[in-house]
């Protein structure tokens, strides 16, 4: 009951700073919008104003979109607890009777529908620039449950960096490049050993799924997204084990104060 | 006994120096009790609190809120409440209202008792008209009453202060001064650090006094003070000494400090010191009493 409790108490402490600070929100949507407009502009240059992106230009737009649904997720948990250590709030969290790794993902989970939302406006305002209408499926849901799960591990992973080190900023940024390349890279287009090997990277095989769904129409296959399930499952298991580890560091060292 | 901890002893290693924070340190806490840990700065109060609230492992020793060790039991921080050095213990983009309503529920409180007892709160803390105004935006004494608050929505058996009063104007220490004593007298035990060692004197039932990470000294504040203070009186009067009574008292071993004031060391010669003064009119008549500031500075400085 008290995780249930909990769930509402962050529902509604999300809610009440989204309302509070909507400018921010309302600036973050166009600065995510006016990158991805940059990017497709730089793209359009590079292979020249007669090359049609076509198919590629949807696979842009679904992976661009996963990277700043991700980069919302990654923001929530690491950007969170680096900002509460620095704000002190942190130690008040870790003197709750709920471990601090279910505080984490309760938290993620309650800030998650806010997050789709504002993902979906800025999918509709990129969709409407481009004039590039994408069509979405019931089938897009699994590949989609699959990017959240391994989003999650890879956020807690950087928790653990930022509970340990705090000063986490310079990784979090170089982390948003890695992310990207994570989430752009055509596996579904791999062959051969490279294709093996791309299913040892986090996020990068649902992604694939999912833009194979999205972007090129493709019907879903079950046993790939059996293996997503498990890729993102090895993923959030890694987070989790990091994360524990992290915080008896943390509170060995005296590392939960201070910044 | 609502607090006990046992020889807890922390280490750190500092640029491959090993540094002892805390070593054998054994406190404990009665319900209603107010405890007040004192130490020159890095002296060790702050890791010992944290050790207590289960924020940092001890290398050695035990802790108990009622019996439940916070290292290995987690129901057992619904026992404790803490507030931590400084303003950081709020989101100050929140009110208090919706602080105490987030903090509650963390503690494992149902919405419905949080509403009720955040009303309670503000009203008793005399924030409601404060309620729903953002944390930033209220004064620093504002600010720790609110924390004080959230410290204490889940009613805990044990409240940790660390520094209660640091950077409050006199109107607010007063206020914190007057909680401290209203939530002690409810049965909550109350352990604070504090570098104001009057504000320690004045609320606290027992003092520990930690340098260097040990505890040099834990007594009832009336026993330490007793123990330090003289057998000598001190005499004002409300006019001066004539030549002829001078000479008498000083044959007596009175020290005359003034015209008007006088020390008795020697107690048999008190009521003899008196029948002189007889009928001179005396203003006040007070056995020396050591305050804990020279207390505490004479045993740091011994250590």
Avoid at chain 1, 205 to 229: E, F, K, M, Q, T
Avoid at chain 2, 12 to 20: Q, T
Wanted: net charge positive; hydrophobic share 50%; with cysteine.
């Amino acid at each position: 009951m008290n995780l249930i409790w909990l769930f509402g108490a962050e529902l509604k402490r999300g809610w009440i700073l989204q309302r509070r600070y909507v400018v921010e929100t309302i600036a973050l949507m166009i600065g995510l919008t006016l990158v991805f407009c940059g990017l497709l502009v730089s793209t359009q240059n590079l292979v020249g104003p007669d090359v049609q992106l076509g198919d590629r230009l949807d696979a842009l737009v679904v992976s661009y979109v996963l990277w700043s649904l991700s980069l919302f997720i990654m923001g929530n948990i690491a950007g969170e607890l680096q900002q509460e250590a620095q704000t002190g709030t942190l130690e008040q969290l870790f003197l709750s009777p709920i471990r601090a790794a279910q505080l984490l993902i309760i938290r993620a989970l309650a800030n998650l529908a806010p997050q789709l939302v504002i993902n979906l406006a800025i999918l509709i305002l990129i969709m409407a620039i481009t004039g590039n209408w994408l069509s979405f499926s019931l089938f897009a849901l699994p590949p989609l449950i699959t990017v959240l799960l391994s989003a999650y591990g890879l956020s807690l992973v950087l928790g653990s960096l930022a509970l340990l080190f705090k000063k986490v900023q310079q990784v979090l940024a170089v982390f948003q490049f890695l992310l990207f390349f994570m989430l752009m890279a055509p596996m579904e287009t791999w062959t051969g050993p490279s294709y093996l090997l791309g299913w040892l990277l986090p996020i990068t095989p649902s992604a694939g799924l999912l833009r194979n769904v999205i972007s090129y129409g493709a019907p879903l296959d079950w046993i790939l997204v059996l293996l997503a399930l498990l890729n993102s499952a090895l993923y959030l298991g890694l987070g989790l084990l990091l994360f524990h580890w992290a915080e008896r560091k943390a509170k060995k060292y005296g590392g939960l104060g201070g910044y | 006994m609502i607090l006990e901890s046992h020889k807890l002893k922390k280490s750190y290693r500092d640029k491959g120096r090993l540094i002892s924070a805390v070593h054998d340190v054994s406190l404990r806490i009665a319900a209603g009790e107010v405890a007040a840990f004192l130490g020159p700065n890095g002296a060790g109060k702050t890791t010992t609190i944290k050790i207590i609230a289960g924020l940092l492992r001890p290398d050695e020793g035990w802790v108990r809120i009622c019996d439940r060790n916070p290292h290995k039991n987690q129901s057992a921080l619904k026992l404790l409440g803490a507030v931590l050095e400084g303003n950081r213990n709020l989101y100050w983009r929140l009110t208090p209202a919706e602080n105490l309503e987030y903090f509650g529920v963390l503690r494992g409180l149902s919405p419905r008792i949080v509403q009720q007892r955040s009303h309670v709160l503000l009203e008793r803390f005399n924030l409601a008209h404060k309620a729903q105004t953002i944390v930033g935006a209220l004064s620093r004494g504002m600010q720790q009453k609110v924390a004080i608050m959230v410290a204490l929505i889940h009613q805990p058996r044990l409240l940790l202060l660390d520094e209660p009063t640091l950077g409050l104007d006199v109107e607010a220490t007063e206020e914190v001064k007057q909680l401290v004593r209203e939530i002690a007298s409810q049965g909550c035990a109350i352990l604070l650090t504090t570098h104001q060692l009057a504000i320690a004197e004045e609320l606290a039932d027992r003092i520990a006094i930690i340098n260097q990470g040990k505890v040099i000294m834990e007594q009832a504040t009336h026993d330490l003070i007793r123990q330090f203070s003289g057998s000598a009186y001190q005499i004002e009067l409300e006019v001066s000494l004539d030549p002829a009574r001078r000479l008498k008292l000083e044959n007596l071993g009175t020290d005359i400090e003034t015209e008007t004031k006088l020390r008795v060391s020697n107690l048999a010669a008190l009521y003899q010191v008196l029948a002189l003064l007889k009928p001179l009119p005396v203003l006040r008549i007070q056995k020396e009493e050591a305050n804990l500031t020279d207390i505490f500075l004479k045993l740091v400085r011994e250590q």
